[in-house]
C-alpha cells in the first residue's frame, strides 16, 4: 500500500493548488514591475515534499510516492558574470563619456577659430590681418597713422586670445566644481550601499531574502560602477555558531592585494578631496620593506595598522627592518622638498582650490564606518581608523576622467608630474591646451619685442657712455644709470650687465637657486637683461647715430606697464609705452649718417625693421615646453613651424584627441548596451514569457483543483456507495 494516506492525497492537492497561487502571484508581480528600474525577474522555488522513512505496516507491494509540493521561497534570476562585465564596461563609458563632455567644452571655444572670415578661423584671420597692415606700413614708412593701425590690429589679436584664455579658465572651473559634485555623489551612493546592506542583513538574520532591496542595491552598483571601476563580492558572516547571513564587499578594482574596499557589508568608506593637501612624496613606495612598521598575519612587513599581526594586548607587531629615516617609505616631502612621514611637516599644496593652476586633485578615502559612525573594527575588536590615500592612476572612470581633464598637461608635463604618473606626457587636458595657447602668446609677444628694440649685444652703440664705461642719462652734470648688474647687485649698468650669458653665471653659483632648473636660470638671465634695456630707454643718453630711436617693448603682461616676463594668452596686452605712443614700430634698426662737423643725415626711408617683423610672420620657429614649464620633463622642441601653423596645430590636437575619445565612447557604449541586453534576457521581465508562465500556472492550478474534486468523488463513492 502507498505511504501516502487517503486524505494524504488532499494535502498533495491542497498544496498543488497553493503553489500554482504562489507562481500566478510571482507571475503577476513581474509583469506589474516589467517597467520599474533596476527590477530582476523573481521565480518561485518549489520542493517536493518526500518521505524518507516506511510505514509501519509497509510490505513490498507498496509504492513510495511524495506529499505533494512546497514554495521554498522566491529568488531573483541574475547572472553574476554577466554583472561583473557590464559594471566593468560601464567604468569605461563613464570615463570616456566625461572625457568626450569635456573636450566638447574645449571646441565650443577653441573651434571659434573656424568661424571666421573665408574658413581661416577668428584668430589666424587676425593675425593675416595684421601682416597686412605690416606690410601698409612697410610701404608708408613713418606714417603716424598706419602705426596705430597696426597697433590696432595688434590689439584685436591679444583680446581675442585673453577671451580664449579666459573661457578656457571658465570651462576649468566648471569641470572642477562637477568633479566636487560627482565625489558628492559617489559618497551619497555609498551611503546609500551601506544602509541597504544594513536593511538586507536584518531581514536575513529573519529569513526574509529583501529582493526588492537587493534591486534598489543593485541600481546603486551600477551607478557607482560609472565613476570607478569596482570589484563586487558576496560573502558570509558568521551571525552566531549557528546561523549566517550574505555580506556584500566592493572593492576599488587593481587596487593591490589587498584590494581597498569601498563597502564592507554595514560598514563603508567616504570619498575626500580636500581643498588643500599634505605634499606627498612621488618616491613613496607602499611595498618598501624599510618603510613598513609592522608584520601582518603571514610575518610580511605592512604599514597598514588593519593588517597587521597583533598579540594578546592587542599591540601590533613591530617590523625589526623598519627604517623611518628611509626616503621611499616617507609619504610627504616637508618645504624643502625632503621626504618626511610626519603630517606635521608636510608642505601644503593647492589640491582642488578654484582659481589655482596648482591642484592636484588627490583623493583619499575615510576608514569605513557604519551609519551611526562607528568604526569598524579588527579580530581585537580595536577601531580600525586609517585613511587610504588615492594615486595618480588609483581610479578608472568618470573621477579619474575628469581629474585628468583638470590637471594633464601633455608635453608641458612637470618633472614631478612624470614623477607621480610615468605617462603623463601623453594625456592632454584642459592644462596642455591652456598652456599650448600661453606658448604661442609669449613666442609672438617675444618676437616682437625683440625684434623692436635694441640687440642685447649691441646695447653699447646706442646709449652713451663714460669713462667708466657705465651708461649714463642727460642729466647736469652726466649721472650714471642704476639697474641690476650682472651679480645680482644694484649699481651704474654697464655692457657687462646686458650679458645674458654673465647673468646665468652669477645666477647659477648663487645657493638661493640651487633648486631651480637651467631653464628657469636662463629665462630669469634674458628677464633681468630686459628690464635693464627698459630702464636704460627710460633714462639713456642715445648716441647721435640713434637719436632717431623709439623702439622699446610692444607687449607686456599688463597694459598698465611695460613688464614683459611671464607674458600668458590670458594676461598678454598692448604695452603702456606703445599704447601711449611713447613706442612705435622702429622702421630701421640701422645708424643714421653722423657728419664731420656733428650734423645727422636721417635714413627716412629705411624699412628693414618692419620688413623683419613681416618675415616673421611666415617664418617657422621652434617651441620648447621649458618657455612655459621651466622644469618640463619633455627635452626638446615639441613644435617647429609659424604662428597660424601653432595655432593650427593646436586646434589639430584637439580635433584628434575628440576623434579618438569619440571612437572609444562608441565603441565602449555598444559593448555595455550589447551586455546589458544579455543581462535583461536573464533578468529582466519578458511579456511574451510570463504570459506563458501564466498560462501554464493556471492550467496546473485549475488541474490541482480536478484533482480535488475528483478525490473527493473517490470517496463519495467509497463510503456512500459501499453502505448501500
Known sequence: ???IGTFGSFTAARLGIYASQASLNVTGNNIANINTKGYTRQRL??????????????????????YGVLADGASQLRDPFLDIRYRDENSKVGAAEARVDGLQQLAHILDEVGKGNNEFGVIEAQFSDLLQQLNILNRTVGSEDNDTIVRSSAQTLVRLMNDYAKAMETTKNNQLEDLKKDVKTVNTLLTRIRDLNAEIRKAGIFGDDALELRDQRNVFIDELSSYMKIDVKYETERIDQYSEVEKLVITLADSGNPPTKLVDGIYATQLDMPEQDYLRNPEYDPTDPKGMQYLDRDGKPTDSLREAAKDAQGNPTKNLDYDPDHEPGMKYLDENGDPTDDPADAAIVDNAKEGSDENRLWMRLAALTDKEGRYMRDEFNQEITETVDLGDNDLFGSLQAVRELLTEEGEFASETDVAFDPKATDKRGIPYYQKALDALARKFAETFNQSNQVDLDKVGKYYEVNADGEFVNGATPPGTITGTKADGTQGPLTADDFDTAKIFDALKADPANQDLSDNELRQMAKDQAYKNLETLRKNGQLTKEYEYYDGGPLFSNSGDGNDTTGITAANIS???????????????????????????????????????????MGTKLDYYAWDVVPDAEADGRYFSGTFQEMLASVNNNLATDQLITNTMYSSYTTNALALENNRQSVSGVDLNEEATSMMQYQKSYAAACQLMTTLDSMLDKLINGTIR
Open 1 to 3: 500500500m502507498a505511504v
Open 45 to 66: 522555488d518549489l520542493v517536493s515534499i518526500h518521505g524518507s522513512g516506511n510505514s509501519r505496516y509497509a510490505n513490498g507491494l507498496g509504492v513510495n510516492i511524495g
Open 574 to 616: 598692448i604695452s603702456k609705452s606703445w599704447s601711449v605712443h611713447d613706442v612705435r614700430i622702429l622702421n630701421s634698426k640701422e645708424p643714421n649718417e653722423v657728419l664731420a662737423d656733428g650734423s645727422v643725415v636721417e635714413h627716412t626711408t629705411a624699412n628693414d625693421n618692419i620688413g623683419h617683423l613681416i618675415s616673421m
